[in-house]
């Protein structure tokens, strides 16, 4: 049977692909700092569970033993991503994570030859957006398109029960930090807050979520698809976080210079601003929420994609959407069919590689689409999750139904 150890495995993405794991017959450990929740998590799904220090390398190398995969769950990346996947690479396991961030990316991309040495494969992004964008892209270059030339991504979630002071950390670091985007050809940068930026802002309409703006985002999937396909003119990642006015608040705080981590001190006592913004929010989010009327998670990925099929321009437009989950669902499922994947020896390596290197939307669509039946969700059609709409060159758009 294979070992799966799910670091991070009971937090909110961990559970879904510990969830997904199980259901597909993995033998699966789940490794938390939280102990406690681990072993019931572990209970429900008759796993195993062990407590991990992420931060203790003498911790992650007893984790790893005896895996055949290691999935990494662990956030923040730009803290946790190198060292664990340096970590697997010691221990020779084959490695994929969620890794949203742009940095920590970078830095495991250029860790290829280390793991091409110890005869590894990682595959690294393997969630949502990254992720499922990146094979949703491959697949239109595969089988729709003779060449792609632009690729936008949108993204939305919100409504979920809690936000960790990570999760965040981690947005407002998108909002203060450069943003890659690949326009006309080249390579440009953006801070999402600034007038470049703005210039990048459009409406998109989200099923299951409804009409938003979006913003530029530094997910990574704009500076690895260009590499990948070559044709590429345009590769652009686009966010935003409902309800607006939350998402509004957390933007006014940053241009309000509220979010800087340099400590200060204030009555005697040293504090972070970072800090008390993160801690403002989490309290008055109950507030926005219910002002409203959100009760319960939705989200939802689109990806345009654009190109030519027989000399004609064609654009495809995928949406994975759901109005009873939020990232958990939609990362930690794809991330659950990455690990199989990797176990079954259907990602392409050694090496490091991002989704749409190493994985073959022909292996990944159908595994995904078990997995959301063993876990009671429904897949493509009217009224499931995945949808795929093709706009033609005279503008006339059709369903095309997903059964891959």
């Known amino acids: 049977m294979t070992r799966i150890v799910v670091l991070g495995g009971c937090g909110g993405i961990g559970t879904v692909a510990s969830r997904a794991l199980s259901a597909a017959g993995a033998d699966v450990v789940v490794a938390d700092l939280d102990g406690g929740r681990a072993e019931q ?31 990494n769950c662990v956030g923040p990346f730009y803290r946790f991503g190198p060292p664990i996947l340096a970590a697997a690479i010691d221990a020779q396991i084959d490695y994929v994570d969620v890794c949203d961030d742009l940095a920590p990316t ?3 991309l250029a860790m290829d030859q280390s793991a091409r040495d110890a005869g590894i494969t990682a595959l690294v992004g393997m969630g949502n957006s ?41 947005r407002i670091h998108a909002m203060v930090n450069p943003v890659p ?6 390579f440009v940068e953006v801070r999402q807050l600034d007038a470049d930026g703005q210039a990048f802002v459009r409406e998109f309409d989200f099923r299951d979520v ?9 997910h990574p999937e704009t500076i690895t698809l260009p590499v990948s396909f070559p044709s590429l003119r345009r590769a652009t990642n686009l966010g935003v976080i ?15 210079g509220a979010c800087s981590d340099e400590p200060v001190t204030v009555e005697g006592a040293e504090i972070t601003p970072l800090d008390v913004s993160v801690a403002l929010l989490q309290r008055q989010r109950p507030d926005f929420l219910a002002a ?24 495809y437009v995928f949406q994975l959407s759901s109005q009873a989950a939020g990232a958990g669902e939609g990362t930690g499922i794809p991330a659950a069919v990455g690990a199989l994947l990797m176990a079954r020896g259907k990602v392409s390596g ?25 876990l009671g969700v429904s897949a493509g059609g009217d009224s499931g999750v995945i949808h795929l709409e093709h706009i033609g060159p005279d503008g006339s758009r059709d369903v095309i139904p997903l059964g891959i």
């Not at 992420?54 to 055949?68: V, Y």
């Not at 985007?181 to 080249?186: A, E, P």
């Not at 409203?292 to 654009?315: M, N």
């Open 181 to 186: 985007l690949f326009v006309d050809g080249d």
């Open 292 to 315: 409203a009327g959100i009760t319960g998670p939705a989200g939802c990925l689109a990806v345009e994609v654009g190109g030519r099929k027989d000399g004609a321009e064609h654009t």
């Open 130 to 170: 990254p992720g499922i964008a990146n094979v949703f892209v491959r697949l239109c270059a595969d089988q729709l398109l003779d060449e792609v030339e632009t690729v936008d991504i949108m993204h939305v979630h919100g409504g979920e029960p809690d936000e960790g002071a990570g999760v965040l950390k981690h």
């Open 242 to 256: 409902f309800p607006l006015p939350y998402f509004e608040r957390t933007q006014e705080l940053v241009r309000a």
């Open 210 to 218: 409804g009409r938003l703006p979006v913003h530029p985002y530094p």
């Open 106 to 108: 970078r830095v495991m």
């Open 41 to 71: 998590l572990a209970d429900v799904l008759g796993a195993e569970s062990m407590v991990l220090d992420a931060s203790s390398p003498e911790s992650l190398r007893p984790a790893m033993d005896g895996a055949d995969v290691v999935l």
């Open 350 to 374: 050694p090496g490091v590689v991002a989704p749409e290197q190493g994985v073959d939307p022909v292996d990944f669509l159908p595994l995904a689409f078990d997995l959301m039946a063993r």
